[in-house]
């Protein structure tokens, strides 16, 4: 009966003495694969990544270009830059619509880098002008030149600054732009 006693107190001795490694061998590897998947936090300050501020830096210059965008095809200013002597209103209307499209078609990749409102903007300002164009140019007489549809429009610019998106739309581009400074 001793032996017996004996033997089962050798074998409870080693059992728990096998529990316990396994325990801490388990306990210590979960530690270990833990301490590798989460690494500890750093205490020094992380600088800004190189991409965060190219990305910054390609934001602006997209608000720069549809800024001069709408410039370009600001009514006033396309008006002066393309003359319509000589040529017939519808020739004329057909020469400034094209234009405003191709200035458009130009910069259509920096909705990659601006805010949905600012394009959105910039997209209806673009609409807009040639709406007030085709709308101008359609109620003069067939026989009228382009100098006249050039007129009709800075007269409608001058009387009628509420008329075009023009100050709104560059209004938003300098808003977003700011936001990045």
Do not use: C
């Not at 009628?160 to 808003?175: C, E, H, K, N, Q």
């Amino acid at each position: 009966m001793l032996n017996d006693n004996l033997l089962f107190a050798g074998l409870a001795s080693i059992i728990l003495t096998v529990g316990l490694y396994l325990f801490f061998w388990f306990r210590d590897k979960k530690q270990l694969q833990s301490a590798v998947e989460t690494p500890a936090p750093s205490t020094a300050p992380v600088p800004e990544p190189v991409r965060d501020r190219e990305m910054v830096r390609l934001q602006l210059q997209a608000y720069e270009r549809l800024i001069l965008l709408t410039e370009r095809i600001a009514l006033h200013n396309i008006v002066h830059r393309i003359p319509g002597e000589g040529l017939p209103h519808r020739e004329y209307a057909g020469l400034l619509i094209g234009q405003i499209r191709s200035e458009a078609e130009h910069n259509i990749t920096q909705q990659v880098y601006v805010t949905d409102a600012a394009w959105d903007a910039v997209q209806r300002y673009r609409e807009q002008n040639v709406f007030i164009i085709g709308n101008l140019s359609s109620a003069l007489p067939a026989e009228a030149d382009g100098r006249q549809l050039a007129g009709m429009i800075l007269e409608l610019m001058q009387t009628d600054p509420g008329a075009s998106l023009y100050p709104v739309v560059l209004d938003v581009l300098r808003y977003e732009a700011r936001k990045l400074l």
